[in-house]
């Protein structure tokens, strides 16, 4: 297969390459191949448990054409600490010709279970102690791996296996935990959130990220068509309603302190997004769901007042 130079980068290798085991329209495998073309090959990568880690590495073959190292659901954050501790050792000792600190790029790419929730002690610990990794958590809204299950990332009213809709039940009962937020409360210099439907913006980001010494955090919108109970071939139109309507804006934090929002022409009502996707069925068919379409709908309007997302 012939591969083009990508002038914005400087590489032409094909950095997650073709065979692996992702659902079609996987916006998790795409979010993979744009972090792998931003970050370069003078990459490290750990990765936890989950959808990518499963799908890309199925003993003895891999996808990747970076240093790439699985790690258990917790403590990705850690593993990647201790090598860039490691490579600033060598590095202060004169020991470059075994490895240079400088050139080097250390990322964690984890998804939302492994961030929000089983993973956020060893991701607080990296931040608090300052150590010069790129986090970031591919958020498809659930534990998809393991069949579906309710992540502290899952939205209100969403049907999954351990918050399913039924005769007493709309879904997840609680709203997502802000983790940009949370992120940004540990003094992190960089915050971001982008969206795989915006593929220019998260490499952009990610790219910026990279100038930045110490820890930074982006986190990306990664629809699941199997989880979302979705058409594959609608993850992009997903992925830009998610924006347009207001329910996941992009933005970047430097500092604490938002820097940039991406603006909304005309905000688009949330029902929109909610009817492309099966888990939030229920609300349209159910006595009460639209309760819950109208609270997600408050959420999302309050987002763009906070944000200033309206044009």
């Given amino acids: 297969m012939e591969i083009e130079t990508d002038e914005r980068f400087g590489h032409e290798e094909e950095l997650f390459v073709p065979g692996h085991r992702a ?22 990568m750990a990765m936890p448990t989950g959808c990518m880690e499963v799908t890309s590495t199925p003993f003895p073959e891999s996808a990747w ?38 050139d080097v790029n250390f990322v ?20 608090e102690r300052g150590h010069d990794v790129l986090y970031i958590c591919y958020d498809n809204e659930a534990y998809m791996n393991t069949g579906i299950q309710r992540s502290g990332s899952t939205p ?20 997502k935990k802000d983790m940009p937020k949370i992120a940004a409360a540990h003094g992190v210099e960089y915050v971001a959130t982008a969206n ?9 980001k990610i790219k910026k990220a990279l100038e930045i010494e110490g820890p930074k955090y982006i986190q990306v919108f990664t629809p699941c068509p199997r989880g979302w109970r979705n058409d594959s071939r609608n993850v992009i139109k997903i992925g830009k309603l998610a924006v347009q309507t207001a329910v996941y804006p992009i933005y970047e934090m430097e500092d604490g302190e938002i820097t940039n929002v991406k603006k909304i022409k005309e905000r688009k009502p949330v029902e929109e997004y909610l009817k492309l996707q099966g888990r939030f069925k229920h609300l349209f068919e159910k006595e009460g769901g639209e ?3 109208q609270e997600l709908q408050r959420v999302a309007d309050e ?9």
Wanted: glycine share 12%; aromatic share 8%; hydrophobic share 40%.
């Fill in 23 to 44: 659902c079609p329209g996987c916006g998790a495998a795409l979010a993979c191949k744009l972090v792998t073309e931003a970050t370069g090959p003078n990459t490290i």
């Fill in 156 to 175: 209100l009213g969403a049907s999954t296996t351990t918050s399913p809709a039924g005769r007493e039940s709309y879904g997840e009962d609680v709203h």
């Fill in 291 to 293: 309760k819950i379409i």
């Fill in 303 to 311: 987002n763009a007042e906070k944000l200033g997302l309206d044009k």
């Fill in 108 to 127: 964690v790419m984890a998804g939302d279970g492994a961030t929000f929730d089983i993973g956020i002690r060893s991701l607080s610990g990296m931040m």
């Fill in 196 to 204: 795989i439907a915006y593929p220019e913006d998260f490499q952009d």
């Fill in 65 to 102: 054409g970076i240093s790439w190292i699985h790690n258990v659901f917790e403590n990705a954050a850690a593993v990647a600490a201790g090598v860039e501790t490691a490579y600033k050792a060598f590095t202060e000792r004169g020991k470059e010709e075994y490895m240079d600190y400088d």
